[in-house]
C-alpha cells in the first residue's frame, strides 16, 4: 500500500492526470461483467473507489476525488449508455 501510494503521489507530482481504472476486472464471461451493468451497478462502483480514495487520505494519498479525470474501464468493455450519465453526473 504505501508503494502504491507513492507511486501515485509522484505521477501527481510530475502532472499526470489520474483515472480510476475501476475496482476489478469484470471482464466478460465472469459475471455480472461490466457488459451488462446498469448506472446503479457503475454509480456503486464509482461510490466504492472514491471510498477507498478518501481512505488511502488518511494513509497519505495527496490525490484526491476532484482530481480524478475519467477512467479506464475493465477489459475495455461496458455499457457505455450506462456509464457515461454517472460519470458526466459524478463529475
Known sequence: MRTRI???????????EIGTHYNGHFCKGQEPSVGVWT??????ELDQFFGFLH???GQGLRVEGNMIKGGRTP???GRFDALL???????
Do not use: F, I, R
Not at 507513492?6 to 499526470?16: E, I, K, Q, V, Y
Not at 450519465?85 to 463529475?91: I, N
Open 75 to 77: 477489459c475495455l468493455e
Open 55 to 57: 481512505g488511502a487520505a
Open 6 to 16: 507513492a507511486d501515485l503521489n509522484a505521477a501527481m507530482d510530475a502532472g499526470h
Open 85 to 91: 450519465p454517472v460519470l458526466a453526473s459524478a463529475g
Open 39 to 44: 448506472a446503479e451497478a457503475w454509480t456503486s
